[in-house]
T-cell receptor, first 113, second 110 residues
Framework: DTEVTQTPKHLVMGMTNKKSLKCEQH?????MYWYKQKAKKPPELMFV???????INESVPSRFSPECPNSSLLNLHLHALQPEDSALYLC????????????FGSGTRLTVV | AQRVTQPEKLLSVFKGAPVELKCNYS??????LFWYVQYSRQRLQLLLR??SRESIKGFTADLNKGETSFHLKKPFAQEEDSAMYYC????????????FGQGTELSVKP
């Protein structure tokens, strides 16, 4: 399995809802990332996990809460989001020794209503 | 400050024409640079890295330290090359962070 898999592909949620995005990889990559991407804009880094520990938090609002339960799985918990949080959320992974050679998932298209 | 600049938001060429997507960077040390590509409705993927000096899908990119540039070139553009292209720089002081340029949308017309 040489892919990063993200679920769901699409998500519509209200501002009072709680939802979670899921990301999975089985390539043995020990670095995993969450990015946010608006249309025709570059991806913006949100979080980096290295060996299941949070190593970078790009000052992301607390309504986004990442979790790395094991080396293959990465979650992003969402609560009390705003409409401006609507975007494509991308997960990526890389080998620790080849950081920056990222393998991206296809993303979750999130709409906050 | 570490920065990546892609001056062209949109580049439109005809099929068979040469194409050059510009990328300039600012970096104090020895940079690691990448080109990522995002085709319509497909995932963002690595196109090439300057370290490997490879040619992927006919594209090449040469690091020019004197001009602090890493332009992406292809001698004969194809319609299937139409996509968003992002130049990226590995952060010097934050392991795991890529600094992306704003992207250039390449449109290859028949």
């Amino acid at each position: 399995d040489t892919e990063v898999t993200q679920t769901p592909k699409h998500l519509v949620m209200g501002m009072t809802n709680k939802k979670s995005l899921k990301c999975e990889q089985h390539m043995g990559h020990r670095a995993m990332y969450w990015y946010k991407q608006k249309a025709k804009k570059p991806p913006e880094l949100m979080f980096v996990y290295s060996y299941e520990k949070l190593s970078i938090n790009e000052s992301v609002p607390s309504r986004f809460s990442p979790e790395c339960p094991n080396s293959s799985l990465l979650n992003l918990h969402l609560h009390a989001l705003q409409p401006e949080d609507s975007a494509l959320y991308l997960c990526a992974s890389s080998q620790e020794s080849l950081i920056a050679r990222l393998l991206f998932g296809s993303g979750t298209r999130l709409t906050v209503v | 400050a570490q920065r990546v600049t892609q001056p062209e938001k949109l580049l439109s060429v005809f099929k068979g024409a040469p194409v050059e997507l510009k990328c300039n960077y600012s970096y104090s040390g020895s940079p690691e640079l990448f080109w990522y590509v995002q085709y319509s409705r497909q995932r963002l993927q690595l196109l090439l890295r300057h370290i490997s000096r490879e040619s992927i899908k006919g594209f090449t990119a040469d690091l020019n330290k004197g001009e602090t540039s890493f332009h992406l070139k292809k001698p004969f553009a194809q319609e299937e090359d139409s996509a968003m292209y992002y130049c990226a720089l590995k952060s010097e002081n934050q392991g795991g962070k890529l600094i992306f340029g704003q992207g250039t949308e390449l449109s290859v017309k028949p």
